[in-house]
């Protein structure tokens, strides 16, 4: 799932779903816009950028909210009844709606070398279609990284989920010399599994998780760079500055 909102007791996990309809509500702010220096001076990550195909992962402003609150009442899952449904999911929209958006305000106070979790929001030309996180914790003793992730039920499938995970992943190990990822999916979520296995990671024991008064069965995953597939899209990165190396334990 994706600390994008209230994480579950298992912690991060992934599903492999993607893009909304294009309705004005969910468009967020063209990116072309040039981001306040001052404000990325007082928190590095807003300047953080990665480019993939025709992806780009950018950590969301809060001019970003407005599109953000229109996805998350979208729908994200064939299934209400399924083992794979997210704790944070199930529950009113417009509860879901504010827990999310006051968990993303969390999460940029708490960036700092001993822990981090950046989010990313997933766009499509100006379109947010989901999100993606890097979580980290003691990176610079560790060397780990896990993942999740999540996007709206009506374009699952279509090869997002792969690329997106794949563009972390490029940052991780190529940028923030990361050791290991590491990730997890409920046994049902074949996609998210699928996904993990494409990018080269492998099975890493199961674990029996509680959620909501529910047993799960977790698939863990790992991967190392020299496992890691790569994707046949350029990756780029912008943004990653000396002091947000600092922030996130990854200098040198």
């Given at each position: 799932?994706?600390?994008?909102?209230?994480?579950?007791?298992?912690?991060?996990?992934?599903?492999?779903?993607?893009?909304?309809?294009?309705?004005?509500?969910?468009?967020?702010?063209?990116?072309?816009?040039?981001?306040?220096?001052?404000?990325?001076?007082?928190?590095?990550?807003?300047?953080?950028?990665?480019?993939?195909?025709?992806?780009?992962?950018?950590?969301?402003?809060?001019?970003?909210?407005?599109?953000?609150?229109?996805?998350?009442?979208?729908?994200?899952?064939?299934?209400?009844?399924?083992?794979?449904?997210?704790?944070?999911?199930?529950m009113d929209p417009e509860q879901r709606v504010s827990s999310a958006v006051q968990f993303q305000w969390h999460l940029r106070s708490k960036v700092r070398p001993e822990g981090w979790a950046i989010s990313f929001g997933i766009f499509l030309g100006e379109q947010l279609i989901g999100m993606q996180d890097l979580i980290a914790s003691h990176?610079?003793?560790?060397?780990?990284?896990?993942?999740?992730?999540?996007?709206?039920?009506?374009?699952?499938?279509?090869?997002?989920?792969?690329?997106?995970?794949?563009?972390?992943?490029?940052?991780?190990?190529?940028?923030?010399?990361?050791?290991?990822?590491?990730?997890?999916?409920?046994?049902?979520?074949?996609?998210?599994?699928?996904?993990?296995?494409?990018?080269?990671?492998?099975?890493?024991?199961?674990?029996?998780?509680?959620?909501?008064?529910?047993?799960?069965?977790?698939?863990?995953?790992?991967?190392?760079?020299?496992?890691?597939?790569?994707?046949?899209?350029?990756?780029?990165?912008?943004?990653?500055?000396?002091?947000?190396?600092?922030?996130?334990?990854?200098?040198?």
């Open positions: 799932m994706s600390p994008t909102t209230p994480p579950p007791a298992s912690g991060t996990r992934e599903i492999d779903t993607a893009v909304v309809d294009t309705a004005p509500s969910d468009t967020a702010p063209s990116d072309t816009a040039v981001v306040d220096t001052a404000l990325v001076d007082a928190y590095p990550p807003f300047g953080l950028r990665i480019s993939a195909g025709d992806l780009t992962l950018r950590p969301l402003r809060d001019a970003d909210l407005p599109a953000y609150t229109a996805l998350l009442r979208r729908p994200v899952f064939a299934d209400m009844s399924s083992d794979q449904v997210f704790p944070w999911y199930d990176f610079a003793v560790r060397g780990v990284v896990s993942s999740g992730s999540w996007l709206t039920l009506d374009q699952q499938g279509k090869g997002h989920g792969k690329l997106m995970r794949q563009a972390v992943l490029v940052l991780a190990f190529d940028h923030l010399s990361a050791r290991r990822a590491e990730t997890s999916a409920v046994v049902s979520n074949g996609p998210s599994c699928g996904v993990s296995r494409a990018c080269g990671y492998r099975e890493d024991g199961l674990e029996v998780i509680e959620e909501n008064g529910r047993a799960k069965t977790i698939q863990r995953f790992s991967l190392t760079p020299e496992q890691f597939r790569r994707p046949r899209a350029e990756v780029g990165v912008e943004g990653l500055t000396d002091a947000l190396r600092a922030r996130l334990g990854a200098q040198g």
